[in-house]
Structure formats: C-alpha cells, structure tokens
C-alpha cells in the first residue's frame, strides 16, 4: 500500500486539490495523504476538486505542537523527461491556459518545444469553463512535429486511451487497457499494459463490482481487459500503479458527504487489522440512481476489533478526495 515513505523526489502522482489560496495549493493524494505546493510565481489557478498531476519535490519530518508530522512537498507544473512526440501518444497532457488570443487559447504543456493551441470553438463545443492561468488535462487532438504546434481540446479528455510507447512518457492521468496477471497477498494485483509495462492495481482502487463477483466464481480474470487510470509513477523504482475508482476514471472529483454529517447502515468493504475497516454506504445526493460511496473509519475510532458486518451509524469527521473515502 501507499505511505509517506512511499513519497521521494523521482515519483508522480494523480492529486485532487483539497484547498487552495494565490499562494498555496492543498492536494489529496494516493494513500490519503496531503501534498503542499507552492503556487508563487508560476502564474496558476486552481479550485478545489481540481484534478491535478503532480512531481513529488521532496519529503520532511518535523515537530508540530509537540507532536512529529509529515510533509510531501509537490509542483504542479513540472513535466522533467517529457518529449512532443510523447504528447501524441499519450493522447492526454497536463497544462496551463497560459494566455487569451483572441480566437484561441495559447496552453503551456511543460514540454520542450512544444506549443499547445486551444480554439474558443472547442471550449464551446464541451461547454467546459476555460481562462488565463488555469490548470487542466488536456486532449491531444493533433502534433505537428516540425513547428511543434499541439492542437488540445478539453472534449473527451476523460475517454481518450494512451498508447504507452516508453516508460519516461508514462505519467499521472493517462487511462490505459489493462489485463489481469496475478493476485498478491496484500490484496493487490498485478496488471499489464501497453506492451510491455506491468502495474500495481491495489485493492482499495480496485473498485469493479463484477470483477469481484467474477472472483468468488472462479471465472479467468485474464481473458478479459479493463481500463484504469495511471496513479501513481516512481521512475525511480519503475512501479506504476493504477486506480479504477469511477471518479478518477472520469478526471473528477468524488461527491462526498459533508464533515458532520452522520451516516447509517453501512456494509463492511475490508479491514486491515493495523489500520482500520472501509465501509461502503448508499448515496442519492446527487443521481436519481443510488450509488455506492465509502466510509474509512481508523482502527482506533471502531468501537469492536474485528469491526461489525454492519456498521449501524457513524460521523463524517474528515475526507480523503482522492480516494473518495469519507473518514
């Protein structure tokens, strides 16, 4: 599973902003921990419940009302090893509104050379709010590798796949076909990509309730494919790992309950003996169609260990946007 130590400077992440000031950018990321970035001087907006791909800048221990506390240092514009022919691809890039001209929009995608244009008919097209300095994915409609022209659009930008060609191209956001290979004791499984890439899709992001239903029959996981999103790359390591979460899958933030608000009723999903129990409750806030949204609830907070098959009540006290946990 994901933790602190799990954070380094060679690692880039899928983030949901949390919070965020002219100056300072909270962001959810994987493992439900936060990432601080700063945002002087580079020219950025973002909102919370922006979907964002971060590089990791560093980590830090440090005393805090007596007590030790962590800190994951991130940027939100930094695309080091990335190339124009990356761009084509991997059929999405992460950038900036950098400037208003008139029938169009000027977008910086991070990369050498390249120049990101984004026509006001697109942005009409997919109804999407667009202005100065404002982060986003993009899609990749068109490269032209002489004059390094990248024609983007902010249409389809969740259902557009990437075709992996090399692991210094791979990065946070791209939705990727996977195969099953193997289970791991953890919980987890390895999966495979592209070509040749092998990933890491753990439990908690592996949200697919035939998947499971299929599992408990004994059916072979491997003859059919899935999609998933890129997570986490430790280019270090060379790990990759993956989430199937729907709202992550749509480059959305999750819907989630309000902190205060008291749950009922819900259904115990896994519990991890050293760190807690994930539930799962019924939700109409925002379809018609109740939907299945999940509680984490700390080892220390379950009135029982083992925790109940049923869970008769429970308080909102925090959320992890990322994951799309209520805690």
């Not at 050498?112 to 100065?132: I, M, N, Q, R, W």
């Not at 429970?314 to 990322?322: C, D, E, F, K, S």
Request: aromatic share 6%; hydrophobic share 40%; net charge positive.
């Amino acid at each position: 599973p994901v933790r602190f130590a799990s954070y380094h400077d060679q690692v880039l992440a899928l983030g949901v902003v949390r919070s965020a000031s002219a100056k300072h950018a909270v962001v959810s990321l994987p493992g439900a921990l936060a990432g601080h970035a700063s945002l002087e001087g580079l020219q950025v907006q973002v909102e919370a419940g922006d979907v964002v791909s971060c590089a990791v800048l560093g980590t830090r221990l440090y005393r805090k009302g007596g007590k030790q506390a962590k800190r994951i240092d991130v940027a939100l514009m930094r695309h080091d090893g990335l190339r124009l022919q990356d761009l084509a691809t991997n059929g999405v890039a992460f950038g900036r509104i950098a400037s208003d001209e008139g029938r169009g929009f000027l977008v910086d995608l991070g990369v050498p050379g390249a120049t990101g244009f984004l026509s006001k008919k697109e942005t009409l097209l997919s109804k999407d709010f667009v202005a100065p300095n404002r982060l986003g994915f993009f899609r990749v409609a068109k490269v032209n590798s002489e004059t390094g022209v990248v024609s983007a659009s902010t249409s389809k930008v969740d259902r557009v796949k990437a075709n992996c060609a090399s692991f210094p191209a791979l990065r946070p956001g791209l939705l990727v076909t996977c195969r099953h290979v193997q289970h791991l004791k953890d919980g987890s499984r390895l999966v495979r990509f592209g070509d040749s890439f092998a990933g890491l899709l753990e439990k908690d992001h592996d949200d697919d309730d035939e998947a499971r239903e299929a599992r408990e029959e004994g059916e072979d996981e491997s003859s059919s494919s899935f999609d998933a999103r890129i997570l986490m790359v430790d280019r270090a390591e060379k790990v990759v790992r993956l989430s199937r979460l729907p709202h992550l899958l749509g480059l959305r933030a999750a819907s989630l309950p309000a902190i205060g608000a008291s749950l009922r009723d819900l259904a115990l999903v896994s519990f991890e003996p050293k760190v807690g129990a994930l539930y799962s409750f019924s939700s109409e806030e925002t379809t018609t169609t109740p939907t299945r949204q999940r509680v984490f609830v700390h080892v220390s907070s379950l009135a029982t260990v083992p925790p109940p098959k049923v869970l008769a009540a429970a308080r909102v006290t925090g959320r992890a946007p990322l994951e799309g946990w209520a805690v």
